[in-house]
Every structure is written in C-alpha cells, then in structure tokens.
C-alpha cells in the first residue's frame, strides 16, 4: 500500500500545531500515512503548490501567509474559498489539477456548536476584519445571522469587509470601535477574530459591561486557551467558548480528505495537542 503524504505549507511553520495533531489521529486510526511541516517562502508558493504531485503530495493545508495568495494559484476554488477569498487547504484531483478549499468557516461552527451554542434571533457582534475574520462572518451568515456587526480599529478594513460579503438576507454593520460597547443590544453572540490577547501581542482592553447576559462569547486566539476576554465574559456568567476547538474541527475536512477518514475531535485530542502548544 502506498504510503499517504501531507502537510502545511507556512512561513515561517514551526509555531503550526497541525503535524501533531494529524499525527496523533493517523495513529489513531492505524493509517499509513505522515503528515509534515513545509517552510514555504511567499515567492516560492506558486512553484510549491504546483509541483505538489511530483513531490508526492496527495495535499496541504496553508496558513500565514499563503491563504489569500493560493486564491490566484489554484485551478478551481470551492464556494466557501470563494466566498471567504482565502484557501486553506489544496487537494491535488485525478486530473492533477489543484483544488482550493476552505475549511475555517466550518471549523468556527463546528466549535460553537460543540460548545452548545445554538442561533436565536439577535445580532452577533464581531472584533476584527483581518483574514479569520472573513471566515468568521461566512459562518455567521450560514448559521442564519440575519443583523452581524462588525467593529475593527482600521474603520476601512472593516468597511471593506461589510461591502464584499453584506447579503440581502444577512446585513453586516460597521461599529466605530471606542463605540462598540453602546452597541450591544440584542446581540446573542460576541466573537474577537483579532489577534488581540494572544501570547505576544497586546491585550484586548473591552469592557463586557453593557453585553447582554444570555450572550456567549467566543475567542479565535487558543494560546492562551482562556484569554483576558474569556475570563472576564466567564465572571459575569457568559458561556465561553475558546479557540482551540476552531482549529481542531476545520482540521477534520482536509484530514478526510487527505487519508479518507473523517476523525472525532475527543478530550483526549484537545489535551495531546495542547501539550504541544506548552511544549513551544
């Protein structure tokens, strides 16, 4: 039996968690297979993406900063890629031609559910517009978010957002960000899609006064797993969700497509690969 490779094309690669938790499922489930980490220079993505199945690739997984750039390589994009403008995963067909998917959206859905979020009718309210924040807002509108509004410190990022990805059943407001927090009403859910609060960056400074008590708050950043954000939503009785999870669900697709499995995101999972990000 021929021996299945993948991998994650990054740059730099070696901060990617996604090698160890492949392998922790290729093990899992007994399959021939690897799954590696490739440093890939924004200059050389077209050659690397296009020399895949001589390489004996059956795929990769992409993250900073060759999401947006794989857009304009790739022979087909999925609807999701196409709707969000970014790849994250690029599967190589029978034909040999390359096909770019994006699984981002899915994963932050799957995490949410998993997490026993379920949409009412309010607003959900989002931090960022940066690329996970295209995602994001994607998976919003999918999950049936009729009012989504979006605040970010560069107005225009987020502007810009509002008028790509606005639909008439799914609006996208933008909030002045000294403003946000006047407008929290009806808002059911709030998600920062910043780096903001992640190890190495600056804090996120907002004020969860004015947010509604039944809302959720869900964080993107999983190092730290429980934020300043998380913890601060979790003392006024907010169900909190972090950022572990998003990462670990939209892994599942490409995972299946890659060895033809589609694996359980379990307790034992989360643990092993959070010893990873310790270990880093």
């Known amino acids: ?34 799954y590696e980490a490739f440093a890939v220079r924004p200059e050389d993505l077209p050659s690397a993406l296009r020399g895949l199945k001589n390489e004996g690739l059956i795929g990769v997984n992409l993250t900073i900063p060759h999401k947006v750039a794989a857009c304009g390589i790739v022979d087909a994009l999925d609807p999701t890629a196409q709707r969000i403008g970014a790849v994250n995963l690029v599967t190589v067909d029978e034909r040999e031609k390359l096909l770019g998917s994006n699984t981002d959206a899915y994963g932050f859905t799957q995490n949410l559910l998993t997490a026993g979020f379920r949409p009412e009718t309010g ?55 000294d403003q946000a927090t006047r407008t929290f009403s009806g808002v059911d859910l709030l998600v920062n899609a910043t780096s903001l609060g992640m190890t190495g960056q600056p804090a996120l400074d907002f004020s969860l006064e004015t947010l509604p008590r039944s809302a959720s708050v869900a964080d993107i950043v999983y190092a730290p797993l429980e934020t300043d954000l998380l913890r601060s939503a979790k003392k006024r009785g907010h169900r909190t969700i972090d950022g572990l999870g998003m990462l670990l669900h939209q892994a599942r697709p490409a995972f299946k497509a890659f060895f033809g499995c589609d694996p359980e995101v379990t307790e034992e999972v989360r643990k092993f690969v959070l010893a990873g990000e310790k270990q880093a």
């Open 1 to 34: 039996m021929t021996k299945s490779i993948a991998g994650i094309m990054g740059w730099p690669i070696g901060h990617s968690l996604s090698p160890r938790l492949h392998s922790f499922w290729l093990q899992l489930y007994g399959i021939e297979g690897s």
């Open 123 to 177: 607003a959900a309210f989002v931090l960022g517009a940066g690329g996970a924040c295209r995602a994001v807002l994607v998976a919003l509108q999918d999950m049936g978010f009729a009012d989504i509004r979006i605040s970010n410190r560069t107005r225009e990022h987020a502007e810009k957002l509002a008028r790509e990805l606005t639909t008439p059943q799914s609006r996208i407001s933008v909030v002045e960000w």
